[in-house]
């Protein structure tokens, strides 16, 4: 379903019913690691578990609404705080919301033996994207968020043209879906999520979600081979912006390329070199899924994907993709990655 790239519902996943059982309480009866519409919130068991822990909170979001001297809009207060600070203090103010917290990987950082925070979901089979940042960096794009009633989050689109998904563990929250092929779409896509359901965001959708009810929910950005040409147009998209400012100021002949890597990852979380290190990736894991399983018609369309990707990548670049890999890279490892790609292609 993920490849005709509209948003839906899924209920009934139950990869996160560890997740459930441990922090809500059931006051119907519902027990069994599943979320009720009367489910709360199990507040002593997460501050006895990540009490501690550092959070990012999100303050004054009204202030988003508000545009700075320049005419870019006024990015709201974020506070760096404890979990223990968060539910004692702020939880329960609309103005706050803590969010992108990546809960996955703290736990991990922490406790390298624990289980993961939930088990494969129904979509995460098909993500590419945090294996491949698991393995090279230090961050991720699984995130939980936990706003009280009234909280938002304003319209946008996902970052670098991923898909997300967003599981409700306990609360309720009101959607809004923007067709991306209507200059003005003023009949949005609206429903509700309740709480035990996972709502699918699709790559280059704006949306606005508001919570109705304190609401705890996991999120999970993420792309798939079928996507990985709107990841592609956002980061060539971000690459000119990038020339053009440096451009303005005048810098274009005295920054680097490696700093224009640098420079573009910091922008939206990666850059060319690192896309491209991820397709080879993918890619030799598609070979080998074939090799294992001939015949597997989805896996086979994955790689045709890839490989198309890779040769835009390798084809449509200036300064060239090369360029870009000897800059980050060095020779020796650039050289490697060329003839990877040039394996792939054939």
């Not at 938002?152 to 996902?158: G, I, R, Y």
């Amino acid at each position: 379903m993920i490849r005709t790239n509209v948003p839906f519902l899924v209920t009934g996943d139950g990869a996160f019913s560890r997740v459930v059982e441990a922090w809500t309480t059931s006051t119907a009866g519902g027990g069994g690691g599943s979320t009720s519409p009367s489910s709360t919130i199990n507040l002593p068991h997460l501050v006895d578990t990540f009490g501690s822990w550092e959070v990012p909170v999100k303050k004054n979001l009204e202030s988003a609404d508000e545009l700075d001297a320049d005419g870019r809009a006024v990015e709201p207060e974020c506070l760096i705080m404890t979990m223990k600070e968060w539910v004692e203090e702020l939880r329960l103010s609309p103005e706050n919301y803590l969010k992108d917290f990546h809960l996955y990987n703290a736990i991990k950082e922490r406790s390298p033996e624990a289980p993961p925070l939930y088990e494969s979901s129904v979509f995460c089979k098909h993500d590419i994207l945090n294996p491949f940042l698991d393995l090279v960096t230090d961050g991720d794009f699984r995130f939980m968020y936990w706003g009280p009633s009234r909280s938002e989050t304003k319209l946008h689109s996902d970052v670098m043209n991923t898909f997300s998904w967003s599981y409700n563990v306990v609360g309720e929250k009101e959607w809004k879906f923007y067709r991306p092929w209507l200059a003005d779409d003023d009949e949005p896509i609206k429903f509700t999520q309740a709480p035990g359901t996972t709502v699918f965001v699709p790559s280059t959708w704006k949306h606005e979600v508001v919570n109705t009810a304190e609401t705890i929910s996991l999120n999970h950005n993420w792309i798939a081979p079928c996507a990985v040409d709107l990841m592609f147009a956002c980061l060539l998209n971000e690459s000119i912006a990038v020339d053009k400012e440096l451009a303005a100021w005048r810098l274009t002949e005295t920054v680097t390329l490696e700093d224009r890597e640098k420079m573009l990852c910091g922008a939206c979380g990666m850059n060319i070199t690192m896309f491209t290190l991820m397709l080879v990736r993918a890619a030799v894991g598609m070979f080998v899924c074939l090799n294992n399983n001939a015949g597997d018609a989805e896996s086979e369309l994955d790689l045709a994907l890839l490989r198309s990707a890779l040769k835009t990548v390798t084809c449509s670049l200036t300064p060239s993709a090369e360029e870009r890999y000897r800059a980050v890279l060095g020779d020796d490892m650039a050289s490697l990655l060329t003839y990877l790609i040039k394996k792939a292609l054939k």
